[in-house]
């Protein structure tokens, strides 16, 4: 015959409680259902300066020099006791006479067993003064940082551009056409990235809103190549998209190169025309496209040679693993960079999207 188990009393299972408590790790408190300290773990007493074998059978409230005495806190605790509520993560200010106001995170839960008439809660406080201390240090840094990044690529702007107004003044002072063009186009590509400081300077955080940092790019580039804005016209459309620094900057080369390869061959003789850029985004996927109404593409294919700003942007288009398509636009030429990020298709109906979202877009320059 098996041998019965012991029968327990109830003092017995409430001192083996009150034991398992008192040896808690963390700051414990044992309450019954008026909100009176049963037992008290030797961290609590520790960390709050409070005698345990004194607080025993005091109400929480009267703790220490009152600072327990908090109507929200009180509040919770009944609702947590009724069985209405549990508190998972309550923060609260523990102020006390003489010391430094401490951070605290209170859990509290009521315990379900067997003698339902006596009502216990479970109640559990970290600390996190010094974890809130070190975020907030963490922040004013990362805030200090970011401000001095923003002066740094303010100043940068600036010099960039005293560079750019250089190299056009020498292209208005030499004899050679060649040089002449030359600067120019040095010219516009110290430009572009000018204008992309200056967005990154004003943004805060290295992203770029494409539409603006292009609107900027383009007056920038029709400011000083464009005489006549009457006789050709440049234009930004899209709903563009946001990008980071390192995406933007080689979206912003390729325009530069685009629009001066328009400028330069599709309007011959002073004739007259237009030129648009668009920009837009479906998802991680997008395309950059450069449009004029001009002269076209030549009829023989082998008239076509490819110069320094075809490579560029061919070289930039591979950087950003995106494709370069030159087609006719009748009338004119239109040159699109594509990126195209296929997701796999997986075992189950949601493998797509799931794939899709484990990838890097546009924004990270995949």
């Known amino acids: 015959m098996a ?21 808690s790790p963390g700051p414990l408190l044992m309450l019954d259902g008026a909100l009176n300290i049963i037992a008290a773990s030797a ?5 709050f300066e409070i005698d345990a074998a004194t607080a025993q059978g005091r ?11 908090a109507p929200q806190l009180r509040s919770l605790l009944d609702a947590a006791i009724s069985g209405a509520a549990k508190i998972e993560a309550y923060e609260m200010d523990l102020r006390r006479p003489g010391e430094r106001t401490r951070r605290l995170v209170i859990h509290a839960q009521r315990l ?10 479970l109640m559990a406080v970290c600390d996190v003064t010094d974890a809130r201390a070190n975020e907030k ?7 200090q940082n970011l401000v001095l990044l923003q002066e740094v690529r303010h100043r940068v702007a600036n010099s960039l551009q005293i560079i750019a107004s250089v190299l056009l003044q020498n292209a208005r002072r030499t004899q050679s056409d060649e040089t002449r063009g030359h600067l120019r186009d040095a010219h516009h590509r110290v430009m572009s990235i000018a204008a992309l400081e200056r967005q990154l300077s004003g943004s805060g955080d290295g992203q770029v809103e494409l539409h603006s940092y292009f609107t900027d790019l383009c007056a920038s580039i029709a400011a000083s190549m464009i005489g006549d804005p009457n006789e050709i016209s440049l234009t930004v459309t899209g709903g563009g998209g946001v990008v980071d620094a390192r995406v933007s900057v080689s979206l912003g080369l390729i325009v530069t190169e685009l629009v001066i390869n328009a400028l330069k061959h599709a309007f011959p003789e002073h004739r007259r025309g237009s030129i648009t850029v668009d920009c ?3 998802g991680p996927n997008w395309t ?3 449009t004029d109404d ?7 294919p082998a008239d076509v040679h490819a110069g320094l700003g075809t490579s560029i942007v061919e070289a930039l288009a591979r950087q950003q693993q995106a494709t370069v398509e030159i087609e006719g636009a009748h009338p004119g030429t239109r040159v699109s960079i594509t990126h195209t990020q296929i997701a796999l298709v997986g075992g189950d109906e949601g493998a797509e999207g799931e794939a899709a979202a484990g990838r890097p877009s546009a924004e990270s320059g995949a």
């Not at 188990?5 to 040896?23: G, I, K, N, Q, R």
């Not at 961290?43 to 960390?47: I, Q, R, W």
């Not at 379900?112 to 009502?119: F, G, S």
């Open 294 to 300: 001009g002269v076209g593409l030549p009829m023989d």
């Open 112 to 121: 379900v067993y067997l003698d339902l008439e006596n009502l216990r809660l």
């Open 137 to 143: 240090l963490k922040d004013d840094v990362l805030q």
């Open 3 to 23: 041998a019965q188990p012991p029968a327990y009393s109830e003092e017995a299972a409430l001192s083996l409680t009150m034991a398992v408590v008192a040896s």
């Open 288 to 290: 950059l496209s450069v």
């Open 59 to 69: 109400p929480l409230s009267t703790l220490g020099a009152g600072e327990w005495n």
């Open 280 to 282: 837009e985004f479906r």
């Open 43 to 47: 961290s609590f007493s520790e960390t």
